[in-house]
């Protein structure tokens, strides 16, 4: 039978007249901390909505027939049903909807990048306009005592391990042990979350929001195990051995990628992941209170213009840096980063620095970096991305003084996946799925950016849905 935890009652809708939207109010502000006062420390930039601000938010949805936001949602979530529960102030009935396609509406509502998705579709962004949706996301997301407790369908008496803590395994971890499964999670780390405690800072993601989806992962039955090395503890066939019937491999793609340039290897030279693994996880913003140091330096240039990139510059001014740089090789046009983000920020003081691109990292007399020499670079045609190829300048060399450089150039396939099974790679490591995230190996299935490469929180939780139902049907 299956067990069905008790379900709050809703609050009651308030109203059934005709719903008309206040469509011509401007888009509800965020609630941010003035950039002076968050600079001081790691706390959330962000304070969210109050329900004021929710409800006035809400008001403004159209309640399109035919919702473009939904399609430019990677996991589809009913935004228009969910913001009608806001409108109705039944904010637990708001989250069951989101529940039916994401379980981490508190942490996507932070960190998706919405301009490009769902908001990016909202009919009312052609004004320039759009709804806030990520905002009211976060807004039910952060009451999760008002949700429907889930049901937990009758035990299958099938162990099935997933092998990494990230989004893709908690979703993976959460959907199947609401399916019957019994599920543990083997993870590397001392502590669960993966890129979202080691990489994604505390001012933007506070730790405890993510705690909190652990621990509600930990009621509902799923066991961790930390310091758990899958490959090096034991392989998938020995899991198998000890009584595991499907495996779900959500590694991640952390390995930095080099430069390849002189000097690369210099004290005082960084890789983002590094970087802010040292700050975020083992807390080194905290030394000496917690064991690890990092340097604190005074001039930082960050060499990339991602997420990634405006994560680790931001970090470093909340460490003391006096001038700290983001340094692209293209403009802040093409710059992948959130608009969100390069606009915040600038607000703290960052400065852009364009069409630039490292080969060299020279050494102060006592063997520290002391400057980063740049090349400086044009637009040429575009490239394979659709973004114009930059192209060096024949000649043009600068020096950028600095005591700290972060490259945040990307990341590479984790190479311990491929301890962990032999299922097929494909020639950068990767591993191969099926659509429903099956690899070459019976038992086995992957997904998350060990998969499609470094990519988004959504779409590694999407694709640990997607394997546990497949791992669902396959074992039932
Ligand atoms: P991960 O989050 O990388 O988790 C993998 C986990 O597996 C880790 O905990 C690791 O320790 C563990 N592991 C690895 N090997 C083993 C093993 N052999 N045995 C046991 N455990 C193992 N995305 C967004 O949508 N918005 C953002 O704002 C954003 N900002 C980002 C900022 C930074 C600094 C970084 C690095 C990424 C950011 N991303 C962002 C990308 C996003 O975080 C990732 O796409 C997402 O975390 C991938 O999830 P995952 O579960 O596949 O892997
Ligand atoms: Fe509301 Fe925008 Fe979606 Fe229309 S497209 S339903 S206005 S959020």
């Known amino acids: 039978m299956p067990q069905v935890i008790d379900r709050p009652t809703p609050a009651k809708a308030t109203t059934k007249t005709r719903y008309i939207p206040n469509a011509t109010a401007p888009r509800t502000p965020d609630n941010e901390e003035p950039a002076a006062e968050r600079m001081k420390d790691f706390r959330p930039i962000d304070k969210g909505f109050t329900i004021q601000m929710a409800l006035a938010e809400a008001n403004r949805c159209l309640d399109c027939k035919r919702p473009l936001c939904i399609t430019g949602c990677p996991v589809n979530i009913k935004i228009p049903q969910f913001i009608k529960k806001i409108r109705a102030q039944d904010f637990g009935g708001a989250l069951d909807i989101i529940h039916e396609d994401s379980m981490l509406p508190a942490i996507c509502g932070r960190v998706c990048p919405q301009e490009s998705q769902c908001e990016g579709k909202c009919i009312l962004g052609k004004r320039g306009n759009p709804i806030a949706i990520g905002q009211l996301e976060r807004f039910v997301g952060d009451k999760p005592e008002l949700a429907s407790k889930p049901v937990i369908e009758a035990a299958k008496h099938k162990k099935v391990a997933v092998v ?7 979703t993976c971890a959460g959907e199947l042990v609401r399916r019957g499964f019994d599920v543990t999670v083997f993870e590397a780390f001392f502590t669960g979350g993966g890129v979202l405690v080691y990489g994604i800072p505390e001012f933007r993601l506070p730790k405890a929001v993510v705690k909190r989806e652990i621990d509600a992962l930990t009621q509902l039955g799923v066991k961790f195990e930390y310091n758990s090395v899958v490959g090096r503890i034991s392989t ?3 899991l198998f051995e000890k009584g595991f019937d499907a495996m779900y491999v959500a590694t991640g793609a952390g390995l930095p990628k080099l430069l390849h340039i002189p000097g690369e290897n210099l004290p005082g030279v960084f890789f983002a992941n590094e970087y802010l693994t040292r700050v975020n996880l083992m807390k080194a913003k905290d030394f000496p209170h917690y064991d690890t140091p990092t340097k604190h330096g005074k001039n930082v240039i960050v060499f990339g213009g991602g997420n990634v990139a405006m ?10 840096a006096e001038h700290a740089i983001i340094a692209y090789r293209r403009t802040e046009k093409e710059m992948p980063a959130s608009k969100a983000e390069l606009h915040n920020a600038k607000a703290e003081g960052v400065e852009v620095m364009p069409l630039v691109s490292p080969v060299e990292f020279l050494a102060g ?4 970096v002391r400057a980063a020499r740049v090349q400086k670079m044009k637009l040429g045609e575009p490239d394979a991305s659709g973004r114009r ?22 990341t590479n396939a984790n190479p311990l996946a491929k301890m962990v099974a032999n299922y097929k790679l494909n020639k950068w490591g990767y591993i191969e799925t099926d659509e429903n995230g099956h690899t070459s190996e019976a038992r086995i299935w992957a997904g998350g950016d060990i998969v499609t490469g470094s990519a988004t929180v ?19």
């Open 389 to 410: 190829r930059p192209e060096p300048i024949e000649g043009a060399f600068e020096d950028i003084p600095c005591d700290v450089a972060i490259s945040a150039i990307g």
């Open 164 to 170: 990494g803590s990230g989004p893709s395994g908690i």
């Open 236 to 238: 998938a066939q020995e």
């Open 365 to 368: 007399e006592k063997g520290f």
């Open 458 to 476: 959504i779409l590694a939780m999407g694709a640990g849905k997607t394997a546990a139902k497949a791992i669902d049907e396959t074992l039932s």
């Open 311 to 320: 994560d680790a510059v931001r970090t470093a001014k909340r460490l003391g």
